[in-house]
């Protein structure tokens, strides 16, 4: 069946730090990937995605490479900001977009 | 529009009463989620609609679950005789039907079952 393993958290990092949180995948066929990033206070939201293997996807300075051959999404910052401060979820969806199956979540605190 | 909302935000109630969450997607979404969540894990999938149909059901969902989405705009999770184990929050999300559509959330229905 179709699962997502995520890093562990917490994380803490200190401003600037390069960022990494580890996501690999098992699926069936041809899944598009997703990690959602949920601020404090607030709900789920997309922060981005990849639809085959070798796309990548990027917003607000983050970027994951879909990457087949590892069956993996690892996300990554080159210099994080305390706003980035937040619990980022790995997620991936069958090719119809049926079920989307999400990680347990990593929680990341950054300090100034 | 304002994106996805969900009524009420908070509920708490005894065990064995019956329970009723609204979901209102994205107007233009024909794809409505309800996923359940508890502390300290990601969204569980629960069902799903496509228009009125529901589509899926998960093994999670038991038969005192029922989702229904009579027009194919808002839907309604109902939960009866509920138990304490049914304490979480309820989220909503809606999409667009392609494949690879990210899903829009909803803040969430929090249950507390005493």
């Known amino acids: 069946g179709n699962s997502v393993t995520q890093m562990e958290g917490p994380v803490t990092l200190s401003e600037e730090a390069f960022l990494t949180i580890n996501c690999t995948y098992t699926a069936t066929g041809y899944p598009s990937l997703f990690w959602y990033v949920q601020y404090p206070g607030e709900g789920l939201q997309l922060l981005l995605k990849a639809t085959k293997a070798d796309d990548k996807g990027s917003n607000k300075g983050f970027e994951a490479t879909y990457r087949k051959e590892t069956t993996s999404f690892h996300l990554e910052k080159g210099s994080v900001q305390v706003s980035d401060s937040a619990v980022y979820f790995c997620?991936?969806?069958?090719?119809?977009?049926?079920?989307?199956?999400f990680g347990t979540g990593t929680s990341l605190t950054v300090i100034p | 529009d304002t994106g996805v909302s969900q009524d009420p935000r908070h509920k708490i109630t005894k065990r064995g009463q019956n329970v009723t969450f609204r979901c209102d997607p994205i107007s233009e979404h024909n794809r409505l989620y309800w996923y359940r969540q508890t502390l300290g894990q990601g969204p569980e999938f629960l069902t799903y609609f496509q228009n009125e149909a529901q589509l899926e059901k998960s093994r999670l969902l038991s038969d005192r679950f029922s989702a229904e989405r009579p027009k194919g705009s808002f839907s309604t999770l109902e939960i009866q005789r509920t138990e304490q184990g049914d304490s979480a929050m309820y989220l909503c999300?809606?999409?667009?039907?392609?494949?690879?559509?990210?899903?829009?959330f909803g803040p969430g229905t929090r249950l507390t079952v005493t």
């Open positions: 997620a991936l969806s069958d090719r119809g977009g049926n079920q989307f199956y």
């Open positions: 999300a809606s999409s667009l039907e392609t494949g690879g559509a990210e899903q829009y």
